[in-house]
């Protein structure tokens, strides 16, 4: 069974030193290039024919490292008995191209952030290139629907909190990942849990792990996400317990268990407003007065939330606050 | 000066007076004065009231479009003169409200709407209906159509019924929270039914509706098949069903029976025929197929198969160039076009008989439905081309602006959620360069590192260890059964469906009315109502606790009663909450 697996690894130089300063755990960029090798070769030696494609974000810019439908240029060097060619060829393409690629940095962009999304677009265009030659080269090469490849998969390695700005390219391209039916794993290596990436993960039935042993990195790449999502169904792999799904006010940015929804736009608030501030849309008196009374008129204390987090406010069949 | 009908000496508001209908309005002038105090257009006329006959005061009430409270006038002249004063003001006004009906129902205004049934229209006011209150109702634009009597729900209590019991017969979950709540006396029938008169409205409005005409083609099946022989029952309808859709055997039967064929006979000696093969609504093989003989009667019926190059029935009217398909010819080859190859007429021949059958029978369907249209004209097809291909639904529609999303402060929003993971970054400066030196400089030697790369154990075991947990917690919540009782499972069912109808009452009646105009029930019956569901509401804890004791005693998992009912619990509380904020704040 032919799998299909592009990792994308976020290379901020700023949030990789964090990780190997840190108190607890540390982990360098450098220790974990070479776990994440062992894991491309794990994968690699699963079958001859998956295939395998590493992109990298580097600050200000997003490129593709190594790619196993290319044909490499011959690695000059074999370096002792012990070492398998192939794998070779995929260690040196991935870490030499990572060093040289670090070194001509410009100064401009060594401080610019990691376009983690821009790698992710990329991974995507690449899946969705094998997807057509797959189709041309099988009997569907007429076909209207494009078959999807077996199992293609993105696995994001961050380390960088999420890029806010990045909110909307990320959700498109969990949308184009879901018509493409591409399973999206995702593991933030530390700092703060990425919301976005949690959702990327939910959202295309993958796997989202916060890392919580740095010390042992490769135990996880492995036992999380070397299984392809079609053998998941026998090999269970870890992913988070609960998905944050509650929606921050766009007023005041709290998050909120009860919202107000404006019906042209969808933008979020924690109070009925007369206008939204988003699209100028005007709500008519009637509905506001309806949405005020849906609330308490005082509160003295904050009503009881389910464990779920999510409240339910009521069995009314209209009127309810969303 | 416009004619005076009739008058009659009548109070309005306790005031003595003249009431007197004109031929262009009603009106009411106090004792003593000159001028008119009420005056109301005959054409504002909407509803009349008369109190009951033998009650102490002789009263009319006129509702009006306008105003749904209307005037009440009491005929103050002895009551035997009151009432034939009465009774002809009510016949003159009759006469003009039904005109004034009428005349709204064919404006194309939705005409009419429910009184609601907890507030009946006196008896004698039965047919009265203020349109006044209109909202929109499906039930009347499907009866305006039709020109029938509309059903309003709500007010005619027989016909209430009846639809209420028709919509419960068709809704079993529906009708089991009836039996649950109303029968079991927990609410009342209007209660119940109050914000779910949609369901009224939309059975009303399925039943007004016309069926139309089966579109199934008419097709005999055998229905026994005994020693060979084929038994086929022959009901009326089916013998019109075949003789509208083939003529040819409604002639065969004119011309033979009952002189040459006995009616039994015409139809055995049918369905064995060629004829009726070449009839047959499908080309599957069926019992039938092998019993078919030479027959010279149907024969000489037989008509050749319709399976020539050209259909046998032409259409005979004039098709619109640019519909026709047969059109798709050659033309216009600079611009690239090709001609179409994809729909190839007649290249299965076994199937164009039936497919010209099941063309003719839909157009023969669609004429049952909409009439036979009038004869298409003759198109001119020297219209100008560019008039013809010009099609109004692709014209940019100026009226619709739209409103444009213009998101205020993007950035600001998306920011605002990360603000604690930038603070911390802007407060260490960090070398990049240097960085990026020393991190290349230890990559330079992967090789080596990778060589020597190894698990540790205890780190390994850890991770292990929570991970095998993550996936071992699911596992869990997977491989665990339904193991509630049946008869535990539906208390718990029941114990939730009755919490949210006494949530969606609470809260129905806590909100402000969605309805526009004079709510239905006073803010004082709301608050009662809404106290009542309090009530049952805080009894949903205890009805709980029952159920989770019930599961101890049979033995299944109270922890699990206890997760699902949760959700039930903490809605009710909230409303629990809720009620008892809003006491608090008002006293
Ligand atoms: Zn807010
Ligand atoms: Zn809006």
Redesign the interface.
């Known amino acids: 069974m032919m799998d299909t697996l592009c990792v994308v690894i976020d290379l901020s130089?700023?949030h990789?030193?964090r990780s190997a300063t840190a108190s607890d755990q540390p982990l360098?960029?450098?220790?974990f290039?070479?776990?994440l090798?062992?894991f491309l070769n794990a994968y690699s030696a699963g079958s001859s024919d998956n295939a395998l494609a590493v992109f990298a974000a580097f600050?200000g810019k997003s490129l593709m490292l190594y790619s196993s439908t290319d044909t490499q240029p011959q690695s000059t060097t074999v370096?002792?008995p012990?070492s398998y060619p192939p794998f070779q060829l995929l260690?040196d393409a991935v870490?030499s191209s990572?060093?040289h690629h670090?070194?001509s940095?410009s100064?401009s962009e060594?401080?610019a952030p990691c376009p983690l999304v821009g790698a992710l677009t990329k991974a995507l265009c690449f899946i969705n290139r094998l997807t057509l030659d797959h189709n041309t080269n099988t009997s569907n090469a007429e076909g209207l629907d494009p078959i999807a490849l077996p199992d293609p998969r993105v696995l994001i390695l961050s380390v960088s909190?999420?890029i806010?700005?990045s909110?909307i390219p990320i959700m498109n391209s969990i949308f184009s990942a879901q018509k493409l039916k591409v399973t999206i794993d995702a593991c933030q290596l530390s700092?703060?849990d990425s919301?976005f990436l949690q959702q990327a993960a939910h959202l295309t039935g993958g796997s989202y792990l916060y890392l919580?042993?740095r010390?042992?990195l490769?135990?996880?790449l492995t036992?999380?996400f070397l299984p392809s999502p079609s053998v998941r169904g026998a090999i269970?792999?870890?992913?988070q317990?609960k998905v944050d799904f509650r929606a921050?006010c766009?007023c005041h940015?709290n998050i909120v268990d009860i919202g107000f929804v404006c019906s042209?736009?969808l933008?979020i608030f924690c109070q009925p407003v007369p206008v939204c501030?988003?699209?100028?849309?005007k709500f008519p008196m009637?509905t506001l007065?309806?949405l005020n009374?849906?609330r308490?008129?005082?509160?003295?204390r904050p009503?009881?939330?389910?464990?779920n987090g999510v409240?339910?406010?009521?069995?009314?069949?209209?009127?309810?606050p969303a | 000066m416009p004619t005076s009908v009739c008058t009659a000496k009548a109070s309005y508001k306790k005031i003595p007076g003249v009431l007197e209908l004109n031929d262009s309005n009603l009106q009411w002038t106090q004792d003593g004065r000159k001028a008119p105090s009420v005056r109301v257009p005959l054409t504002d006329a909407a509803s009349l009231f008369c109190s009951k006959e033998g009650a102490t005061q002789v009263r009319l009430k006129l509702g009006l479009f306008s105003d749904d409270n209307g005037h009440n006038f009491t005929f103050i002249s002895p009551q035997a003169v009151a009432y034939s004063e009465r009774e002809k003001f009510k016949k003159e006004l009759t006469t003009i409200i039904s005109r004034n009906r009428t005349a709204a129902e064919n404006a194309a205004k939705p005409p009419v709407t429910a009184l609601n049934a907890s507030n009946p229209p006196t008896p004698k006011a039965a047919t009265t209906v203020s349109p006044s209150r209109a909202s929109s109702s499906r039930a009347a634009s499907v009866s305006s159509d039709t020109g029938a009597t509309p059903i309003i729900p709500g007010n005619d209590p027989a016909s209430d019924f009846r639809l209420r019991k028709t919509v419960l017969l068709n809704n079993s979950e529906l009708a089991a929270l009836h039996r649950e709540l109303v029968i079991g006396g927990q609410i009342t029938e209007s209660e119940f039914w109050e914000?779910r008169e949609h369901l009224l409205y939309a059975q009303v409005a399925s039943e007004q509706q016309h069926k139309g005409k089966p579109g199934q083609l008419v097709d005999p099946r055998p229905e026994a098949v005994e020693g060979g022989e084929v038994k086929i029952r022959i009901t009326p309808q089916l013998v019109h069903d075949i003789f509208d859709e083939y003529p040819v055997v409604a002639k065969a039967y004119s011309d033979n029976v009952p002189q040459k064929l006995s009616e039994e006979d015409f139809w055995r000696r049918y369905f064995q025929s060629k004829l009726f093969n070449a009839h047959r609504a499908s080309i599957r093989s069926s019992a039938t197929q092998h019993v078919m003989k030479e027959d010279p009667i149907f024969d000489k019926y037989l008509e050749k198969d319709d399976d020539e190059l050209e259909p046998r029935r032409q259409r005979d009217i004039d098709i619109d160039l640019l519909l026709d398909l047969a059109a798709t010819r050659e033309d216009h080859e600079e611009t690239g076009n090709e001609q179409d190859i994809t729909m190839q007429a007649g290249k299965q021949k076994g199937a164009l008989p039936l497919i010209r059958k099941f063309n003719e029978h839909s157009e023969r369907l669609l004429n049952s439905a909409l009439g036979e249209g009038p004869s298409h004209k003759r198109r001119r097809i020297d219209e100008s081309d560019y008039e013809t291909i010009d099609l109004d639904d692709l014209h940019d529609p100026e009226a619709s602006i739209g409103?444009?999303?213009?998101?205020?402060d993007r950035?600001r929003?998306?920011?605002?959620?990360?603000t604690?993971?930038s603070t911390d970054?802007s407060q260490e400066t960090?070398d990049?360069?240097e960085?990026?030196q020393n991190?290349?400089a230890?990559?330079?030697?992967?090789?080596s590192?990778?060589?020597q790369?190894k698990?540790?154990r205890k780190?390994?075991d850890?991770?292990?260890l929570?991970?095998t947990q993550?996936?071992a917690?699911?596992?869990d919540v997977k491989s665990k059964r339904n193991d509630i009782p049946d008869g535990l499972f539906r208390q718990m069912r029941t114990c939730q469906t009755a919490?949210?109808?006494?949530?969606?009452q609470?809260?129905?009646a806590?909100?402000?009315p969605?309805t526009?105009g004079p709510s239905l029930t006073t803010p004082a019956q709301r608050a009662a109502k809404a106290s009542k569901m309090i009530g049952y509401l805080s009894k949903t804890s205890e009805k709980v606790a029952a159920i989770v004791q019930t599961a101890q005693q049979q033995g299944a998992d109270p922890a699990r009663v206890d997760v699902a009912m949760?959700?039930v619990l903490?809605?009710v509380?909230?409303?629990l909450?809720?009620h008892r904020?809003?006491k608090?704040?008002r006293s």
Not at chain 1, 311 to 320: D, E, F, P, V
Not at chain 2, 499 to 504: D, G, K, S
């Open positions: 130089v700023k990789w030193q360098s960029l450098p220790a290039l070479i776990q090798v062992a600050p370096s002792g012990n260690d870490v990572i060093i670090l070194e940095l100064d060594q401080e909190p999420d806010t700005s909110y700092g703060p919301v919580e042993r010390d042992a490769l135990q996880h036992m999380t269970a792999v870890p992913t317990d921050a766009f940015k042209v736009c933008s501030s988003t699209c100028r849309t009637k007065q309806r009374a849906s308490p008129p005082a509160q003295p009503a009881p939330i389910g464990t409240s339910k406010a009521n069995g009314s069949s209209y009127g309810t | 914000g409103i444009a999303l213009e998101m205020q950035q929003y998306f920011e605002g959620r990360m604690n993971a970054a960090l990049i360069k960085i990026i991190t290349n230890e990559l330079q030697q992967w090789a590192s990778l060589a790369l698990i540790e780190p390994g850890a991770a292990l929570s991970m993550n996936v917690a699911r596992l919490a949210n109808e006494f949530l969606r609470f809260w129905t806590t909100y402000p969605i526009e949760k959700p903490d809605a509380e909230r409303a909450v809720f904020n809003k608090t704040s």
